[in-house]
């Protein structure tokens, strides 16, 4: 059978009415990572695919009290309400959980403070700290919340409230603080998120010199030992010696979709699709190697199952592919959709060659070319190197090649504005039926080698071109006095998060937080370099070379020292 013809078969038996009603259920969910809301997704999910008469539905449960490698424990947290208002000089309502949920930072403590509102702007300015300006006031801030708000409470604030530039100026931002249960027992002050707008118009009243007095109501109550869900539907009926993954997150606040109740509601009908075919007999599952559909928490349920999958039952994982942020109205998010690749020192082009082959075919209309000779990708689509911040991440650690498929850039990506209106549901069954099509394949273990060399030529010219400036090239100089010296990653596994680095050293927060400013540098210290230090010792001038030929970007050998340097004092990376 071709491609596209059991394309067309596995659309015939996609459900958009289904995948409707799921999209609407999960999406009502406030599923914070460690909240009973969270759980309930997860039951619903397992629920609705325990229907499922060709599938094996398990449940793995872990704990968010526990350390798992990298990842510190995140206290649970469940939410009942949450307002922030100015009360002086004019009433202002600036955020109400009436209206989204986004208005508690999540992991917030609960309580209710007024207070005189002081503006730190990023909140890196020290003399704030170190003159007192901000005991007993409520900090507005457009910084990192986790970082602001643990240094703001530390010198005496009561209160905070943040905001995000560069988003729509209506949208409420869905902020996050993560605390670990020691940190919750120590801090008091409730936070709160509101649109920039609100910022703005209590920024209007500072810059004329009036005080502005505000009031943050939070009630939420923090939970010991939460649990952490993962839902797995496989068709593993026998000890295959080969697995393949495709997963999503199913967290993130309530009524946001393409973030990423997309994934996940896309995943869920791709399987209950499958699973009708098979049940006809319109396919056979005569499978070749075990395959497993996943719904994790993003990171915090990806890392115990591996290391459980892995590491315990020493089970080999050949491929993954991780769905988050799939099915947009491109024309109103402003959105691509991209293929993010692995990196090309933890690659399977043959699976990756068969998936890009087939999103290509499921996503091209015949001849619409100009003398119709061609077919025509009808949906902005690209593919790209390794970019972080999801669940292949996790993954990759394991030295299992995977790819992402993911909407980006995305204008409303964590606000309360990504709605279900910018959802579009036949993108969303194209892309869940090239899932299909790529399990089928993978499970008939069908030849998947005839684009092989195609797509080798085409990810190494294309990246190139995209990349490289014309006259680019990679300086030879190297810096430093233990150039031959090789550095190999000696840590746990798990996704270094700026999070974790600023608890272990906080004494060097500055220099951190000015390497952090550049997000590619930030990129590097957090998921590129400790990656490639797994996989095999390097010196500092070949992790230069390893980058170039990745992201055609000669990067100074004085960042990659510090970056070293702070991986080293983390006892994550030594000399070899």
Known sequence: MKIIDMASTLADNFSIIEMKEIVTTLAKFHRIQGSDE???AAEYIYSTLRQLSTFDVKRHVFSYGESYGLHDPVVGWNLSKCEAEVVEPTHILLSSSLYTKNCAVAHSPPGT?????IYVGKGYNESLLNEDKVRNKIVLSYGNPYIVYTRFSKAGAIGFLFYKRGINDSATPYLSLFLTPAEASNYTAPAAAIPRKNANKILSYLERGERVVARIDVESKFVANADIVVVEASLNDNDYNEE??????YCHPSHEINDNVSGAATLMETVLSLDRLISKGHIKHIAKKGISFLWFPEYYGTLPFLMKRVLDEEKHISFGINLDMI??????TKSTLNLILPPYFISNPIYESLITKILIDVLSTSNTSFNKVANIIRYRFDVLP????SD???YLQFSIPSVMLNQWPDIYYHTDEDDIHKFDFE??????????VFSWMVL??????SFLDAYKSFRNGYQKLKLCDMNSNLQVESFGNNQNEKYAYVGPKGVLSLRYVIRRLYSKLEEILKLAEDDFANFLLTRYIPLLLMSRPRTIDEIRESIWNEYCKDVDPRTLWKIIDILKELNLVKPV
């Open 38 to 40: 969270l759980r309930y």
């Open 113 to 117: 403070v007024e207070g005189e509102v």
């Open 244 to 249: 393949m993954h495709i997963f999503a997150h």
């Open 327 to 332: 099915g947009e109205k491109q024309e109103i």
């Open 386 to 389: 390794y970019e972080g911040g």
């Open 392 to 394: 292949h991440d996790i």
């Open 427 to 436: 993108i969303a069954k194209a892309i869940g039926t090239s899932i299909g």
């Open 444 to 449: 008939a273990d069908l030849p998947k080698e």
